[in-house]
């Protein structure tokens, strides 16, 4: 590819990173130049992060109607699951599910509040009062 064709789509990556790309200069000679993507790549990028948005929402609908607790919205918000968040815990992915219920989450230690919070980045009062 000539360096003249790269492609400069912009998508919703590209005010954060551009790709890094070998193209031919004026001299038929391999130099690297930088691209901020082209339209395949930006639509495969925005198909994969409206599936994100529309997960998050409908983890925050269920924590709102109190199907589930915060812990579930907040591990879908930070693009989390379950292996990951048992890493940030400690806690086995067993127990995290069993914390998705909003019954038990009301009974959980202050101690284990402050592991989900630290994992979250968010504070123990943000977890437990959840107003979506």
Known sequence: MKKEDLPQEPGALSRLTRELCYVKNEDGKYETALSKGWDVK???LDSAWDNVNDRVEEARQ???SGE???VYYFMELRLMDLPVL???TGFFPFFIKRHFKPSVFKNLSER???KYAAAFDVSVNELKNFKG
């Open 42 to 44: 930006k639509d495969a």
């Open 62 to 64: 269920a924590v709102v």
């Open 68 to 70: 589930k607790s915060p």
């Open 86 to 88: 048992s890493g940030y």
């Open 112 to 114: 284990k509040l402050e």
